[in-house]
């Protein structure tokens, strides 16, 4: 049954994908890659909270107020560093010496990942909309908690030969104002039959300026987990994903339309 139009653009709380989002293993007082290798695996807001929790969301509230009172303005990359340097730095794990590159696209060219080919249906970039809070005692109806999230924006995207990249951005509502990170994870697509898939995660990154300094933090080394859904496609441009188990907790996405052209300028 597709969810209630009610839900769409709600992004509301409950347990994540990976178990990784349920115990985070993390350095206490700073944010670094254990945290984003927990966030690269997120579908709903409460599971990236949790990934950000113990010492690290401390450290982000500190350094929120900073860039806050110092009237930083959310695209200002460099006031976070010069206002609020030290409480920035303590923050986050210090960038590695020799960061490695963006990888523009894991899904294209001669490396890229492939699984098993994903039926046409399923092919393209899907945006999530919207989350179920289900109830787990037997015999209740799911419950919704309208928590609508704009500061975690979050995309799925599939192609023909199995690759997938699972994207997650936070901004300066989550990190402080002048700070921004793309956090993706990607790996294979195991479609099992027209009703179940599978996303099994390899690799990642978390890119983007933190404390007036670009960074690459790779994701390789975290212990991925990946995740199984069962799925359906409903008028042909809502995705519906089901967590199997007691839960069964729902996401919905919709297809990414195509941004219209620029209009030309006028004579």
């Known amino acids: 049954m597709r969810l209630p139009r009610l839900l769409v653009l709600l992004l509301v709380s409950s347990a ?5 989002a349920q115990t985070p293993r993390t350095v206490a007082g700073v944010c670094g890659r254990t945290n984003w290798v927990c966030v690269s695996e ?3 807001a409460e599971c990236v909270d949790k990934c950000l929790r113990e010492g690290c969301e401390d450290s982000l509230k500190r350094l929120k107020s900073c860039t806050s009172k110092a009237a930083c303005a959310p695209d200002d990359t460099k006031c976070a560093a010069t206002s609020c340097g030290q409480t920035c730095e303590r923050a986050f794990e210090p960038a590695p010496k020799s960061p490695e590159k963006p990888v523009e696209d894991p899904c294209e060219g001669p490396k890229a990942l492939q699984g098993t080919a994903v039926p046409e249906e399923l092919v393209g970039t899907w945006v999530l909309s919207a989350a179920s809070l289900p109830d787990i005692e037997q015999g209740k109806e799911d419950r919704i908690d309208v928590q609508p999230r704009s500061d975690y924006a979050r995309s ?5 030969t199995g690759c997938f990249v699972l994207r997650t951005k936070l901004d300066d509502a989550t990190l402080g104002r002048g700070s921004t990170l793309d956090v993706r994870a990607w790996g ?6 027209k009703k179940h898939l599978a996303l099994r995660t390899q690799d990642g990154q978390a890119v983007g300026p933190v404390c007036g300094k670009e960074r690459v933090v790779p994701l390789a080394k975290g212990r991925f987990q990946g995740g199984e859904f069962t799925y359906a496609i409903e008028e042909k441009d809502s995705l519906i994903l089901t967590v199997p188990g007691a839960t069964r ?3 919905q996405f919709e297809r990414e339309k ?3 052209p620029e209009p030309p300028p006028k004579p």
């Open 249 to 251: 907790q729902t996401f």
């Open 42 to 44: 997120c579908i709903d």
């Open 16 to 20: 994540g994908l990976p178990a990784a």
């Open 188 to 193: 294979r697509v195991e479609v099992k039959d």
């Open 156 to 160: 799925l995207r599939m192609t023909p």
């Open 258 to 260: 195509p941004q219209a």
